[in-house]
Nanobody, 113 residues
Framework: QVQLVESGGGLVQPGGSLTLSCVASGIEVRYNDMGWYRQALGQQREWVATITGGGGTTAYPDSVRGRFTISRDSAKNTVFLQMKDLKPEDTAVYYC??????WGRGTQVTVSS
């Protein structure tokens, strides 16, 4: 059974930084495409980052490029999302996803002064 568990969310001031973690079980993150998505209250889920299995190529939408960085630690079987220069519009529940996994519970990120 594939399971992804997100953590690391919280309340941060505008301009601040936060790092999210996604611990995987049932799959090896180094061999699987992994992504981060977010869903703000009342809005559709939005893609924010991808890292490909194997080569580890990363991709981001314009809304977060240059501020967010996705990475993985194969030894810990964990995927990270480093977020800097956070803005109030980054407030959302953040989810980790692999094509082989169902959606998890996510982790709440709130950017507010």
């Amino acid at each position: 059974q594939v399971q992804l568990v997100e953590s690391g969310g919280g309340l941060v001031q505008p301009g601040g930084s936060l790092t999210l973690s996604c611990v995987a079980s049932g799959i090896e993150v180094r061999y699987n495409d992994m992504g981060w998505y977010r869903q703000a209250l009342g809005q559709q889920r939005e893609w924010v980052a991808t890292i490909t299995g194997g080569g580890g190529t990363t991709a981001y939408p314009d809304s977060v490029r240059g501020r967010f960085t996705i990475s993985r630690d194969s030894a810990k079987n964990t995927v990270f999302l480093q977020m800097k220069d956070l803005k109030p519009e980054d407030t959302a529940v953040y989810y980790c996803k692999s094509p082989r996994a169902s959606w998890g519970r996510g982790t709440q990120v709130t950017v507010s002064s």
